[in-house]
């Protein structure tokens, strides 16, 4: 069974002016987020600045987000790092917390080889009891988990169930979902979500989800409820806001997106820096035409 189906936000941290984080405010998006529909909560993703949170910041935000959430709906923790014993470390810690899922990344900057991606995902899964979401996001991690391994991973591994496919490549992921039907898929990218659906997938690991819950719910709702034409409406009437999420690099568009409706989510921690002023503009005027402001 899946950890969850439909939309799962890839939600922010929000950070005060000193840098430091501000669980306040983390817990108002929580409640925002499961009040419009969200399916499930993946923190300290990408777009939660994992990278850059310390291992304290980073287990303190799993833990925070687990409570909060007190089991309304599932929440997968963020656990991946280019070190496996850190990200073993890590998923450890968060299974203490009570998550439902973890959500592991390829190695960065090592540029692992295809038997190295299978041992470590299968080091970091075997230390834990807890379903395990692959991560694949080789834009921004030099390597890609090409379908026979992450295949190979998902038959040999009984707690690796899914993965976040972020490729960009639907040629890739429908070979994966002919390899491995039984893997749960999920989007990485927001203007691909219908397109994977299609394919089986479960839905989305969503940006948009930030700054549109109750529209990205819906995409996946729709389709799930076999209204595909109207999933595949929503999907094309968010395009133009998904483009805008991404003229930069995640989060720098969605962190200005949330101040821009007053959320006031804090600034970005370096070497990530504040959004150019044209494409806040780019962005503001993709919000406006969707309602947003």
Do not use: W
């Not at 834990?128 to 591994?157: D, F, H, W």
């Amino acid at each position: 069974m899946a950890i969850f189906e439909g939309a799962g936000v890839a939600i922010v941290t929000p950070f005060h002016e000193d840098g430091s984080v501000n669980f306040e405010k983390f817990g108002e998006l929580l409640e925002e987020q499961i009040a419009n529909g969200t399916d499930a909560i993946i923190v300290c993703g990408t777009t939660g600045e994992s990278s850059t949170l310390t291992h304290e910041e980073h287990l303190e935000v799993i833990k925070y987000c687990a409570q909060k959430v007190n089991g309304r709906i599932p929440v997968v923790a963020g656990t991946g790092s280019n070190c496996t014993q850190t990200a073993v470390y890590l998923s450890q810690e968060a299974e203490k917390y009570g998550v439902d899922g973890l959500l592991v990344v390829t190695p960065y900057y090592n540029k692992a080889t295809q038997k190295g991606l299978f041992e470590h995902f299968k080091q970091v899964a075997d230390s834990v009891k807890l379903p395990v979401i692959l991560y694949n996001v080789p834009s921004r991690t030099g390597c890609n988990i090409m379908p026979q391994t992450a295949a190979k991973l998902c038959k040999e591994v009984s707690n690796i169930v899914g993965i976040k496919e972020a490729s960009g490549n639907i040629s890739q992921i429908a070979k994966l979902a002919a390899l491995s039907p039984e893997i749960d898929i999920y989007s990485g990218n927001d203007d691909q979500i219908v397109p994977i659906m299609s394919l089986g997938g479960k839905g989305v690991i969503s940006v948009l989800s930030n700054v549109a819950p109750g529209q990205t719910h819906d995409i996946c709702a729709k389709f799930l409820a076999g209204d595909v034409e109207g999933s595949r409406k929503e999907q094309l009437r968010v395009l133009e806001l998904c483009e805008a999420l991404f003229c930069e690099v995640n989060p720098i568009p969605v962190k200005a997106a949330l101040n821009l409706m007053g959320k006031n989510v804090g600034s970005l921690r370096r070497p990530l820096c504040d959004m150019e002023e044209a494409n806040v503009e780019r962005l503001r005027a993709a919000m406006e035409n969707c309602g947003l402001l």
